[in-house]
């Protein structure tokens, strides 16, 4: 008696989880180019939904080839969402545009700072927190019923990043400068948001770096008292620790693709730049 009630645990814990298997693969994909678009739906929608993202954090995104697998979960998914503006094109590839959600050719349309070259939405904080709204109103799509909890949680999320914003502007009253020589271009929108300034070594993704641009670089630095440069996880930090030395500075690597929750990201972005600067 004692094994057949062990037979029938066993065989109910595998009709139970046959069934959420089953349960779970009904459930909406969202397939995302870089993780910063999965963790924002993935707080947004819960559990509603099942989330992909082809890039895993800390790549660059710049020239990326998908995979056979990646280009299987873009053709199985009820939503891409990219950025556009040419960075991750490559994820969209023979995908019907009516299931793509484009951040970049929908903002830029509300902000014109979107079209600049090396632009990238994700690092503007407060542009960040209408993402959280547009990507709530394409899962309401899926879950019409659940409109008011998707809004509420985009609400929630923006007033998180303003909160963390006024801490960051707080630590930032004690640094010593503010002015910050940056490798890529992606870091000008966060750094400006905080209020600092930027000297930029290379102004677009594709421009090289020239002895004359890093001799213009070194003499603005100076000029500025500019004591940080950034630079990124995946890129050569020869030019950066070139800089650095030149003005007597540090070099401070940060990654610009990381998964992790936003308001996590910015908070650790916001916390070694603003120690950088206090130092």
Request: contains cysteine.
């Amino acid at each position: 008696m004692k094994k057949f009630f062990s037979f029938l645990g066993l065989f109910l814990s595998i009709i139970i989880f046959v069934s959420c298997l089953s349960e779970n693969n009904n459930k909406p994909l969202i397939v995302s180019s870089i993780p910063i678009w999965k963790n924002v739906a993935e707080y947004i929608g819960g559990r509603d939904f099942r989330y992909y993202s082809i890039l895993k954090g800390g790549e660059s995104p710049h020239g990326y080839e998908p995979k056979p697998s990646d280009v299987q979960k873009t053709k199985e998914a009820n939503l891409v969402i990219v950025h556009g503006l040419g960075l991750d094109d490559w994820a969209v590839r023979n995908v019907d545009k009516k299931n793509v959600l484009n951040i970049g050719e929908l903002f830029s349309s509300k902000y014109p700072q979107v079209k600049k070259p090396g632009y990238h939405v994700w690092a503007n904080p407060v542009l960040m927190e209408d993402v959280y709204f547009e990507v709530a109103k394409r899962l309401i799509e899926f879950y019409p019923k659940r409109e008011t909890y998707y809004t509420k949680r985009a609400e929630d999320y923006a007033a998180m990043i303003d909160q963390l914003l006024g801490r960051i502007d707080n630590c930032l009253k004690e640094a010593k400068s503010k002015v910050v020589v940056i490798y890529h271009p992606v870091w000008k929108p966060l750094l400006e948001t905080f209020g600092i300034k930027v000297i930029e070594i290379a102004r677009t993704p594709e421009e090289q770096v020239t002895p004359e641009r890093l001799r213009q670089v070194i003499e603005e630095a100076k000029k500025e008292n500019a004591k940080v440069v950034i630079g990124e996880i995946f890129a050569s930090r020869k030019v950066p620790q070139t800089v650095a030395e030149a003005i007597g500075g540090k070099v401070l690597i940060l990654n610009p693709i990381p998964d992790k929750d936003y308001v996590i990201t910015l908070s650790e972005w916001g916390e070694k730049i603003c120690s950088a600067l206090k130092e």
